[in-house]
């Protein structure tokens, strides 16, 4: 089965600097997705970023973008420019392909940051 | 912007009632799911479902729960007789695509079983 960790229950960061939340994964697979999520407080989980993992280049988004190591099965987020509006839950989730099935997610238990003004 | 909406936000039952959490989805997805989040634990998928039938289910997901797409809109997740430990937090989800596709989210709905 398939795990996600996440190293850091809470970390915090001061505003414009950077922060990298940290996760690993385990899995035998070759393909797969993996996402990180943000759950700003009172709010839905929404997406940050995807990397799939046949991509050797590594996905970013404006200020975010991860540290995809495939073979240590590393997926690191690094935020940069933190801004107050980034303060919320920040959870790591896995996808493998299924046969027929709708993929599901698998989340790590999630790191809370918080940027300090 | 389009987005998932959950109700109610907030249900408190007695333990062996019926509840029926309700979701609608973003109207042109085609994936649908139920996931929940005990306090302090992971997110865990329940449920998926796909052209009216469920596409897969985990362990959690057994006889006492059940979902369906009754009007083309709703998607509902109901408990048949609610136990202590279904406690928990409740998020829907939806998505355009199978294979990698950004889920969307609910707020989710906070479940406690007295």
């Known amino acids: 089965a398939q795990t996600v960790t996440q190293s850091q229950p809470e970390m915090s960061v001061q505003e414009a600097e950077t922060v990298t939340l940290s996760c690993t994964y385990d899995t035998s697979e070759s393909n797969y997705y993996l996402f990180w999520y943000k759950q700003p407080p009172s709010r839905q989980m929404i997406l940050v970023i995807r990397q799939e993992a046949y991509k050797q280049q590594n996905a970013t988004e404006n200020r975010f973008s991860v540290n995809f190591q495939k073979a240590a099965k590393s997926f690191s987020l690094k935020i940069s420019d933190s801004q107050l509006g980034d303060t919320a839950m920040y959870f790591c989730?896995?996808?493998?392909?299924?046969?027929?099935?709708?993929?599901?997610?698998?989340f790590g238990k999630g790191t809370k940051l918080t940027v300090n003004p | 912007e389009p987005e998932v909406t959950q109700t109610p936000s907030h249900q408190v039952t007695q333990m062996g009632q019926e509840v029926i959490l309700r979701c609608v989805p973003i109207s042109n997805h085609l994936y649908f799911y139920w996931y929940r989040q005990i306090l302090g634990q992971k997110v865990e998928f329940l449920v998926s479902f796909y052209n009216n039938e469920i596409s897969e289910k985990s362990e959690i997901f057994d006889d006492q729960f059940s979902v369906e797409r009754p009007d083309g809109s709703n998607f509902t997740l109901k408990i048949r007789s609610t136990k202590l430990e279904d406690s928990a937090m409740y998020f829907c989800?939806?998505?355009?695509?199978?294979?990698?596709?950004?889920?969307?989210f609910g707020e989710g709905s906070r479940l406690t079983v007295l």
């Open positions: 989730a896995f996808m493998k392909p299924t046969q027929g099935g709708s993929e599901k997610l698998v």
């Open positions: 989800a939806s998505s355009e695509r199978r294979w990698g596709g950004e889920l969307f």
